[in-house]
Structures are given as structure tokens and as C-alpha cells.
């Protein structure tokens, strides 16, 4: 996203929220997703349906000291082939967003996609956009919403917990923009597919917090209602490119050093533009004045 002028405005688009629990971390090792939840909502932050499900992984369960998901939670989930379609739904036309999208879309591609998700789907980072965009001192989930909001995260390492967390982020980072920001990634499309009706698996209650919205039931906020951001917006954009990894002082010097060269180059590009246009008026004037006095 841009405070430029370039792009789509946001909040006119609409989102899909999307977050994973999985086996391990990595799928080229061999780990798969157990758990998945989908918050579908518009730029305003009007949540319009939420999906949630454990996912039989069809391999012994492992990392249960962070996702508390048991071998014995999914039996009786689906698989991920059940519910491709319902994903497909919930994806289309709109932007997929995640914190740390990457993670999510590597075990999207890896577990969905061969079974007919539609790959190389328009995408929003929120992680890399707060870093771009507001200075803070650490981005992680429930620590950029205490920063921003005021509130730790319920539900946390819970698929649904956490897709709520970033999709609350992002309607108040549109809420809270100074200006308008824009999207200047790939459009989204309308995807073929829909709902095959999956016998789904929610996990029960966590934290106190209702595992799902009710079907057909829309609600104005994804967790609370929208709060106030302190001032904390960057003065100048930072290259979301360079906003991944750890970013780490290093790395944020180096984005910072970048953003001010652009800054730089581009206030040469206006002195230069103004100065070919003033010079190109004064040889125009001077044309037409030999002409009148030429008559």
C-alpha cells in the first residue's frame, strides 16, 4: 500500500484474512496446515463471514506447545482437498492478506494449490505494510495491536484468534491512514469455483471468544470497534521489499537510507522538470517577441 497517488483506493476493496496453523514450519520439510481460518471483509472493516476449521493433516500432528492442536482434534476435520472449494469462495475477489503473508502463501501453494486453489492470487502483507508505513519498535501480531489499539489479541496461535488480529489491523490502519492509502498490487479477480459443503471441524471455544461468526450475519468491526493510532506514521514511505526478514536496525537504517534517496531523486526530477519548463516558456516568449517586432 501508498500514501501516493498510484493504485486503487483501499478501502474500497474487499479483503480475505487468512491465517494457518500448521505441523512445522516449513512444507518443504514435510509440515502441513491442521488448522485454517478466513476472515472475509470490506476496506471499512465491515466483517462479512468468517471461516474456520481444523484440517486433518493426514500425518502425526507436531508443535502442539505453540497451536495446542492435538492428533486426537482432527479426527473427523477435513482434509485439505474438502475444503478447496469453500477457499476458493472466500478468495474470490479479493486481495488475500496475512501477517507474514509469506508464510501463509508458501502452505497455500504447498497444500492447496495442487488441489485446485487458484495460485498467484493478489496479496497484502500487513507485516511488511506496517513496517513501511508506522514506526514501531516491534511488529509481531499481538505486539503491534498493543502498540496501535491498546488490546493483546485474544485467541492468539488460534487460526481464527489471529486472522481477527490482522484483519482489525488492517480496517484500522485504513481508518487511521493520514490521507488515503491505495493498493497498487495485482487486481483481484473473480475465481471459478464455490462451496462443495464440507462437513466442517471448528475448534471449541478458545478464550472465551466464539470459534465463528454466524453464517449470514455481518458485523461492523472484525474484533472491537475501530480505535485511534497514536502518531506514529513514518514521515516517508519505506520499500515494503525491504521490510521482510528480521528487520533488524540494520536493515531498517538501510530501508530508511533508501526511502530518503528516492525522496531525493524524485525532488531532482521536479527541479529538473520545472527548469526544462521555464526554459521552454522563455524561448517561447522570446520566439513570439521576434516575430511581433519582426512586423
Known sequence: MTRGRAGRLARELDYAVVDVETTGLEPGSGAKVCEIAVVRMRGDGTVLREFTTLVDPRIPVTGQEFHGIADGDVVGAPTAGDIVGELTELFSGAVLVGHNLDFEERFLTADFVPLGLPADMPGL?????????????????????????????????????????????????????????????????????????????????????????????????????????????????????????????EERAAAVAAARERRRRSHRASATAALTGALATAAAVAALTRRLRAY
Open 125 to 249: 502483507c500487513t507485516l511488511r505494510t506496517l513496517r513501511a508505513q508506522i514506526d514501531l519498535k516491534r511488529y509481531s501480531l499481538p505486539r503491534a495491536s498493543h502498540a496501535l489499539n491498546g488490546h493483546w489479541p485474544t485467541g492468539q496461535h488460534t487460526a481464527l484468534g489471529d486472522a481477527r488480529a490482522c484483519a482489525q489491523l488492517l480496517a484500522e490502519l485504513l481508518c487511521n491512514a493520514p490521507g488515503e492509502l491505495r493498493y497498487v498490487g495485482p487486481q483481484p479477480v473473480e475465481l471459478p469455483g464455490r462451496s462443495e459443503g464440507a462437513r466442517l471441524k471448528p475448534r471449541r471455544r478458545v478464550d472465551g471468544v466464539e470459534q465463528r461468526l454466524a453464517d449470514g450475519v455481518a458485523r461492523q468491526a472484525p474484533v472491537q470497534a475501530l480505535s485511534r493510532w497514536p502518531s506514529l506514521w513514518r514521515p516517508l514511505e519505506l520499500d515494503p521489499r525491504m521490510c521482510g526478514g528480521r528487520f533488524d536496525e
